[in-house]
């Protein structure tokens, strides 16, 4: 089982949102265990920005450590120093709050640059 240690991974997650203007976590489509970004690069170069905005792989991060903690109550990981779900939560829900826009033409908050999929 995958577990996010936020004294490995949250550096490199910082970095990676404050590399696209934003600030607290941003999880890569892929990465090492260190955090560090290793997606392989199949964008055309005049779209730098194909990858990164994979919104849903950061809120994942999140809604999993609400899942394990709804399913196990342990209580530790969300605050001990070495996982602090609280605080990976936390700074995922900064970076997604940067990303939203009001966009009067529809009368609600955006997030610009993703594409999303209609509901069929």
Not at 30 to 53: K, Y
Not at 95 to 110: K, M, S, T, W
Request: aromatic share 14%.
């Amino acid at each position: 089982m995958f577990v996010v240690r936020r004294t490995v991974t949250g550096p490199k997650a910082a970095e990676n949102a404050q590399l696209h203007g934003g600030v607290g976590y941003h999880y890569p489509w892929q990465s090492r265990s260190s955090g560090a970004e290793v997606t392989p690069e199949t964008c055309p170069s005049t779209n730098p920005r194909c990858h990164w905005n994979h919104f849903f792989v950061t809120a994942g991060v999140s809604y999993a450590i609400r899942l394990y903690y709804s399913m196990t109550r342990d209580y530790d990981y969300m605050t001990n120093t070495v996982y602090a779900g609280c605080d990976v939560s936390r700074e995922v829900a900064k970076f997604l709050a940067n990303q939203i826009v009001y966009n009067p033409e529809h009368g609600r908050y955006d997030i610009n640059g993703i594409d999303i999929l209609p509901v069929t």
